[in-house]
């Protein structure tokens, strides 16, 4: 509305000085959304509020609904009943997408595709500078992760061999990751992690993590029908799966693996680079559960070098440090790879990485027409609250933004990481070691218990692991959320999943002998809020000791 002509209109009210001024900021602030919607990259330096809510505004009047004198014959043409709703989206009520791409223009809505073609470019240069700039195309979809993952299953199961229907999947203890495989109707293989280090110069730092099981998943990847009889048999009867059906099943049967990067401690990141050679061997897809790992620069740099290998192997270009043998196969540092294109997605959460409401994820991909080949498989088109939230973050952060985030997190986290140790050796308990996992730290709680034996390593009694839950409780009382306490598998009732039982279901493993308490330092965490809860895990751990000395004592008292 103010353009160069009526800002010299407005000279005679205001005078020359106050429009000069005026016109230089506006002119600023035109000049920066220029260079954004020109070079497709996130700005370095964000933008106001105020500028970036005039934005979706001026947007949103390229609308039809929003048009001054439009007539809608139609069944859908963006009415709205309440204007607490159409101000809350402004006014950009038509979604994204149409039915048959939900990435294409939508011809009533110049206004909302702007939003949505702006957003997933935005995205994918946010991808590109924490740590993947290999990738080539990205999306936003309107679903969390989960419904997300099942998405990107279903299409990558379009692109396997009749008949595919397994997923290889190292086990983390999350519900919906099991479920978006049981959603896409697809027969899920857990596999057990490893524990210890894979490593063993880092015996001392990683002696607690669970990482995955190369091994186990080898082996399910050359036969998993039968790995999964003979492992998961509750799991095969409900799947169907038999000992005739599964003989000839081969890497053939295998949609891909679904591997993960972060997940509460004592997990860590999947072993992504190794996996993606093992997948390239056998020609078997690769879905990487990225869900918050966007803020740990640790772990794109993983998914990047998962790319590098693909594109090294797709254009036969490689890298220093690998090189060609005689039969035209590739090796790296002496092991030949067999180098066979794969498919290659990596999905993450818009809420656990760019702090908005729950409700979108980003698909993306180093095959631009693989991440285009999701968008053309979800069916209708979408909602676009996600898109525009996640624009408005992308917009007000800038580059200096993120950075400043992930730079706070990482302070946070060495924070959170020193408090516990001192908290943990103040108690009588231990700080876990797992240092390959960057976010989530766990300190050991069977200290807490009094021990039916004085022998080290003696797991005690499931009753009293048991009341280790009351600190859990105690701690959310007091304000603490996402506060984990999680026993081992001899103190908790296995969870049933789609068939398939699961020991010690929360901590990653049907064979866990630990009980812990989870904390994480998270984007967007403070320093403030960490020391907060240090303060209050020291006196709910006191107070947790006596209310037990108490109990034993009256018990003892009763006894006597």
Known sequence: MLDENNLSLLRTYIGDAYVTRSRERLAGVRRKFERVLEEGRLPEQGFAESDIEAFFLQLSSMD????????????????VLLNLVRRRHFGLIHGIGRSGDIAVIQPKAAGSSVVNRLTNQLLL????????????????????????????????????????????????????????????????????????????????????????????????LCHPGQYLLKHWPEGACAQGVTEASAIADGPDSVICVLSTTLCFSPRVPDRLHAITKLCSTHGVSHLINNAYGVQSPRCMRMIESCGKLLLSTATGTLSLTTKRTSDGDVTTGGTQITGRPIDLLYVQSTDKNLLVPVGGAIVAGFDAALVAEVAKTYPGRASATPSIDALASLLHLGLAGWTELIERRSACFARL???????????????????????????????????????????????????????????????????????????????LLGGYKFPGFASHSSNSRVAYMNAAAAIGQTVTEVDVFLSKLDKALTQFRKSQSSRQSTSTFEQT
């Open 64 to 79: 039809s609904n929003n048009w001054e004198n439009s007539v809608g014959v139609g069944e859908r043409e963006g009415r």
């Open 125 to 220: 240069d946010w991808l590109r500078k924490s740590g993947a700039p290999s990738t080539a195309h990205c999306i936003l979809v309107p679903m969390a992760t989960g419904m997300s993952l099942t998405l990107c299953l279903l299409t990558l199961r379009k692109r396997r061999p009749a008949g595919a229907r397994y997923v290889i999947w190292p086990r983390i203890d999350q519900k919906s990751c099991f479920k978006c495989i049981l959603a896409a109707g697809l027969i899920p293989i857990p596999i057990e992690p490893h524990e210890g280090p894979t490593d063993p110069k880092r015996s001392v730092e990683c002696a607690d993590q669970l990482g995955t099981n190369m091994v186990a998943l080898t082996e399910a």
């Open 417 to 495: 990481r020193d408090g516990l140790q001192s908290v943990a050796q103040k108690h009588g308990l231990r700080l876990l070691h797992t240092e390959d996992n960057p976010i989530s730290l766990a300190i050991s709680l069977n200290e807490l218990c009094d021990l039916t034996s004085s022998a080290d390593n003696v797991e005690p009694s499931a009753n009293r692991l048991r009341c280790l839950t009351q600190l859990g409780s105690q701690l959310f009382t007091q304000g603490c959320s996402g506060v984990r306490v999680v026993l081992p598998a001899s103190a908790s009732d296995a969870v």
